[in-house]
């Protein structure tokens, strides 16, 4: 398994339409994980940080699954601006190291 | 408190020349990073920082060159520039190199080797 995997969509949703990401990451000892969003043509910011089993910042909830390895982000009720790539990055094991990016997953939320 | 600034926002370069990308941050930050990013590779490591005086390779250190002189500033050099280093340079910086440590990006650089 790589070490951070994505689905690179893109998906493709009308605004108002609920959708979920999945990121699935290798290391078992990563402890705390994070979303960025990346708009087209920018730097990625940081979306949310996910440090035990979930996280939800109004329309947006961010779900961890150790057992099975992997994150979720959940968009309810998405908007336009919603539209940008989702970066899912996970630290190495430990408590020191870089920061893991997975190559994001692409939303496009149409009218 | 601009953050992370990056200079210049866009280059041209033949190939061969060299140049410094620049990277500077204000909000006294302990680790600070470069990264490239390329369609369909996302974004991989050049070099990083874990504080002044200290430097180490990333995913990708061929060509480039990093000093870390002072807390603030991350300058990424390239050294003969070829075609295959066209892409977007981030530089980032996050509070500390010990979880849990979100990072910061700059504006980003757009190099173009021709």
């Known amino acids: 398994r790589k070490e951070v995997e994505q689905d690179p969509g893109p998906f493709n949703v009308p605004e108002g339409a609920t959708v979920a990401f999945n990121c699935t990451y290798s290391?078992?000892?990563?402890?705390?994980f994070f979303w960025y969003r990346q708009d087209c043509r920018k730097e990625p910011k940081l979306l949310m940080s996910?440090?035990?089993s979930g996280n939800e910042d109004g329309r947006f909830t961010a779900q961890l699954n150790r057992a099975s390895q992997y994150i979720s982000l959940l968009i309810r009720d998405s908007k336009l601006s919603d539209s940008a790539t989702y970066l899912c990055v996970v630290p190495p094991g430990g408590s020191q190291g870089n920061l893991i990016f997975g190559k994001g997953t692409k939303l496009s939320v149409k009218p | 408190n601009a953050g992370v600034t990056q200079t210049p926002k866009f280059q041209v370069l033949k190939t061969g020349q060299s140049m410094t990308l620049q990277c500077a941050q204000d909000?006294?930050?302990?680790?600070m990073s470069w990264y490239r990013q390329d369609p369909g590779m996302g974004l991989r490591l050049i070099h990083y920082s874990v504080g002044a005086g200290i430097t180490d390779q990333g995913e990708v250190p061929n060509g480039y060159n990093v000093s870390r002189s002072t807390t603030e500033d991350f300058p990424l050099r390239l050294l003969s520039a070829a075609p295959s280093q066209t892409s977007v340079y981030f530089c980032a910086s996050s509070r500390s190199y010990r979880a849990p440590y979100e990072q910061y990006f700059g504006p980003g650089t757009r190099l173009t080797v021709t």
């Open positions: 290391n078992s000892a990563s402890q705390s």
């Open positions: 909000m006294n930050h302990e680790y």
């Open positions: 996910v440090y035990s």
